[in-house]
Nanobody
Framework: QLQLVESGGGLVQPGGSLRLSCAASGFTLNYYAIGWFRQAPGKEREGASCISHNGGYTNYADSVKGRFTISRDNAKGTVYLQMNSLKPEDTAVYYC?????????????WGKGTLVTVSS
């Protein structure tokens, strides 16, 4: 079965940090752009960040710019989202998704998500 698997979510205090990981099962994600999306309770899913297949291009939503860093290690077949200075409004389920490029809207594969809760 072709799927993405996220890990690294959890409970963290405001101002803290977490690192999320995204790995592929049944295929290699090395040929795909990978986006991180998030969906907060009662809100629509939104894009947070994206990285091109070779890591040469990244983008960030204004809400996370300067606090989140996306990276990838194609030797390990893993994409990371380093989240620093976390705020309560960052609480959401975080999903990774495989895309043909960061400039396209279509998603080829979704993960099932990992919950991040920012609370004191």
């Amino acid at each position: 079965q072709l799927q993405l698997v996220e890990s690294g979510g959890g409970l963290v205090q405001p101002g803290g940090s977490l690192r999320l990981s995204c790995a592929a099962s049944g295929f290699t994600l090395n040929y795909y752009a990978i986006g991180w999306f998030r969906q907060a309770p009662g809100k629509e899913r939104e894009g947070a960040s994206c990285i091109s297949h070779n890591g040469g291009y990244t983008n960030y939503a204004d809400s996370v710019k300067g606090r989140f860093t996306i990276s990838r290690d194609n030797a390990k077949g893993t994409v990371y989202l380093q989240m620093n200075s976390l705020k309560p409004e960052d609480t959401a389920v975080y999903y990774c998704a495989a895309k043909s490029s960061c400039d396209t809207d279509g998603v080829l594969y979704w993960g099932k998500g990992t919950l991040v809760t920012v609370s004191s």
